[in-house]
């Protein structure tokens, strides 16, 4: 059983902690894909926005997309609920944070903001536990930084 068969194998997918790294992917994975649909271009962006974070600096590539397959995966099921809630378990407070800024910027990228990324956006930072001043000032920084 590999790495991540324990982590988030498929007769328990959600019933095991996931460790934070794991924990962000699903959070920023869940962002990313929030308007049903993960275009390759938007699951490279991510993951070199990952890679680059010290929370991944152990994660080859090949465990990486390894790691997206199996949560997209999860994501297109019924499950995505409890894994959602074992992702946000798993997340410190400061991590919570992190990971909604992460998601923000890649969410934010494409310049166009439809309704529904908007609600997505607004339901992360309430579910994550993420102040609302912490959030508007995530999101600001983030629209100032995609000005450019």
């Known amino acids: 059983m590999g790495l991540f068969d324990a982590v988030l194998g498929t007769d328990s997918q959600t019933q095991a902690a996931l460790n934070p790294a794991e924990a962000f992917a699903v959070i920023i994975l869940t962002a990313t894909a929030s308007d049903g ?57 400061e991590l919570r944070e992190a990971a909604f800024a992460v998601a923000t910027d890649l969410v934010l990228a494409e310049g166009i903001i439809p309704e529904e990324e908007k609600n997505f956006l607004n339901d992360l930072y309430q579910a994550l536990g993420v102040s609302s001043e912490i959030a508007i000032q995530i999101v600001e920084v983030i629209l100032i930084k995609n000005r450019a």
């Open 37 to 93: 649909y993960l275009s390759v271009e938007q699951a490279n962006s991510t993951i070199s926005v990952l890679s680059r974070m010290k929370l991944f600096k152990s994660y080859p590539n090949e465990m990486m997309n390894r790691l997206f397959d199996k949560i997209l995966g999860i994501l297109q099921g019924d499950d995505f609920n409890a894994l959602f809630n074992a992702a946000k378990d798993s997340l410190s407070q």
